[in-house]
């Protein structure tokens, strides 16, 4: 249950958005020597690799190594992670054991290379041999999100009430309220169910703060939305999700500043890169231009490997930063086809708003109309493309 957050934080929101992790042919090949890390779980999981250089027939081991590179890469926003859990579990594919686990982590590495329909299956895969487990149905419901599926990301939501704790099936299901009309009733839910709760798990606590900054944020509520983030900060985890959602907010709120204490330290993460990117040019701050260089030169080596996990932010850096808005547009359009989260609509009517092109964002546009989603942000661009 501890890792439900990631699950409805980063299959739903960045876990698209990172390059194509590249997968080392064995556990002994040296990709890249890694700066020297003090985390913890970074020194930990580096301990358990050794280990399996010396058993590596030990799929228990394995796997935990897997999962640890996996919340590696969507903590700290660094791809190569995943391809270190992909270098882990590939031994395993040959024969695939009747483990929920081994199950499990192949889904979340799956629905990271945009495979949706792969990943629901092996998630479902893995429920079927522990139907207990609470973290495959959080992920099916994460990825139904993302396709914006919402009827059967809620039916994924109802199955985590009877195995795992209230304020996660609530949780859960208010994601999905909150996208389809009934916005207003989902954060003050969740916000009264929340209060009541004060032992809740830190990661579980960081994105229940996180989901309701956002919706605060939709309805206008600044002061609560400040407070929701800071809140969520506090939780004392290391997530990339809370820190560009957040910095998200300062940047809308006319804060750039604010934005290059927060993120100081973290250009690996391109998510991350592209808003110290954006705040340093809205602040005039001297290193805008090497971020935006930094920025460039990786969506172009992405480019012509084939990688298409890098749209959405990319169309966002072409529109912002370069000010391209037909590249940016096409970049939207393209992530459109498999990304429908509200930032996706969001950066393709934007793009369509500016370069001229408002039937571009018509599957934007109906998507709207149709799921109900609250946004005045959303609906001003809807105004301006009709």
């Known amino acids: 249950m501890k890792r439900f957050a990631i699950a409805l934080l980063a299959a739903a929101a960045f876990a698209n958005v990172h390059a194509a992790p590249f997968t080392p042919k064995g556990d002994d090949e040296v990709v890249e020597k890694l700066p020297a890390n003090t985390d913890p779980a970074v020194r930990g999981v580096e301990s358990l690799r050794r280990q399996?250089?010396?058993?590596?027939?030990?799929?228990v081991l394995r796997l935990d190594i897997a999962r640890r590179y996996f919340d590696l890469a969507m903590a700290q926003g660094d791809p190569r992670y995943v391809g270190y859990a992909m270098s882990a579990l590939a031994p395993m594919e040959k024969s695939p054991p009747a483990d929920a686990r081994y199950w499990f982590v192949r889904g979340l590495l799956l629905q990271y290379s945009h495979d949706f329909d792969g990943a629901l299956k092996s998630l479902q895969r893995a429920s079927e041999i522990d139907p207990k487990d609470p973290d495959p149905i959080a992920w099916r419901a994460a990825v139904r999100m993302v396709q914006a599926r919402y009827a059967d990301a809620l039916q994924e939501c109802e199955k985590l009430a009877p195995v795992g704790q209230r304020l996660v099936a609530m949780g859960c299901e208010s994601y999905v309220q909150a996208s389809t009309g009934q916005l207003r009733q989902a954060y003050e839910g969740l916000r009264a169910g929340f209060m009541t709760d004060p032992a809740v798990d830190p990661g579980i606590a960081l994105w229940l703060h996180t989901r309701l900054a956002e919706m605060a944020v939709r309805l206008q509520r600044w002061n609560d939305a400040e407070q929701h983030f800071r809140a969520a900060l506090r939780q004392g985890r290391i997530d990339q999700f809370a820190l560009a959602a957040y910095a998200d907010f300062l940047l809308m709120r006319g804060r750039p500043r604010e934005v290059l204490t927060l993120l100081e330290g973290w250009e690996r993460s391109d998510v991350l890169l592209l808003r110290l990117a954006l705040a340093?040019?809205?602040?005039?701050d001297p290193r805008a231009a090497d971020w935006a260089k930094q920025l460039r030169e990786r969506f172009e080596a992405a480019a012509k490997r084939g990688d298409r996990l890098h749209e959405q932010?990319?169309?966002?850096?072409?529109?912002?930063?370069?000010?391209?808005p037909a590249e940016a547009l096409a970049l939207a359009k393209r992530n459109y086809e498999t990304q429908k989260e509200p930032r996706d609509a969001e950066i393709l009517m934007r793009a369509a708003v500016a370069a001229k092109q408002p039937a571009?964002?018509?599957p934007a546009l109906d998507w709207l109309k149709d799921s109900g989603y609250e946004d005045e942000h959303l609906q001003q661009l809807a105004k301006a493309l009709q």
Request: without cysteine; glycine residues 4%.
């Open 52 to 59: 399996l250089a010396a058993r590596p027939n030990d799929n």
């Open 280 to 284: 340093g040019k809205a602040a005039n």
């Open 313 to 324: 932010e990319a169309a966002r850096f072409e529109l912002d930063i370069e000010n391209k």
């Open 360 to 362: 571009a964002a018509k």
